[in-house]
């Protein structure tokens, strides 16, 4: 059957990148979780290329845990603590933890704040990349400004899977994980 499908979609048309290892003029292969979250950081400020759903979906899943990583360990013992001491009537301060304590919020704040620097641009050019990969331009991202709805409408783009030729219009640009 699958024979059947490759023949069908014939040799790949002229200019489309067919060194490209993600491109094998048929299905498209599955990008590995290594591979991807590599390449989200080798192409930090690549807005030109497209990335695959797969690629995509591995890199959110990544940061994902980070973040919960760096929440767990982080923020959640500092905000209970500062809970604790705001139902028991002590004012809420730098004085609240002590001075060790202090150097700790100061610190793993500074951490988790500089794990979400680190990740705007190479964020938003993964998005754009996703965007050229089903066939959209780079301003759909704005779409985010639109309350509830524009964020459905983003989800929705990055669930839809890669477009071919002729809808395609940015299909020539090299694929990354």
């Known amino acids: 059957m699958s024979d ?5 979609q014939g040799p790949a048309p002229q200019g489309q990148n067919q060194g490209n290892p993600y ?23 690549n807005f030109r290329d ?15 845990i980070i973040g919960q990583v760096l929440y767990q360990t982080c923020f959640r013992p500092v905000y209970e603590k500062t809970l604790d001491a705001a139902w028991q009537g002590h004012p809420i301060g730098f004085d609240t933890f002590g001075n060790m304590s202090t150097v700790l919020v100061i610190g793993t ?10 990740n705007i641009i190479p964020g938003i050019s993964l998005f754009v990349r996703r965007l050229h990969d089903i066939n959209k331009r780079w301003t759909n ?8 709805v ?5 989800l929705v783009f990055t669930l839809i899977g890669t ?8 299909y ?6």
């Open 4 to 8: 059947e499908l490759n023949k069908d």
């Open 23 to 45: 491109y094998d003029g048929g299905q498209e292969k599955m990008t590995g979780i290594v591979e991807a979250y590599a390449s989200y950081w080798k192409n930090y400020a």
């Open 50 to 64: 497209r990335t695959s759903r797969a690629g995509y979906w591995w890199v959110m899943l990544i940061n994902f």
């Open 109 to 118: 704040g500074t951490v988790f704040f500089i794990w979400g620097l680190l």
């Open 141 to 148: 991202i704005f779409f985010v400004l639109i309350p509830f």
């Open 150 to 154: 524009g964020v459905i409408i983003l």
């Open 163 to 170: 477009k071919r030729p002729p809808e395609n219009r940015f």
């Open 172 to 177: 020539d640009l090299p694929k990354r994980a």
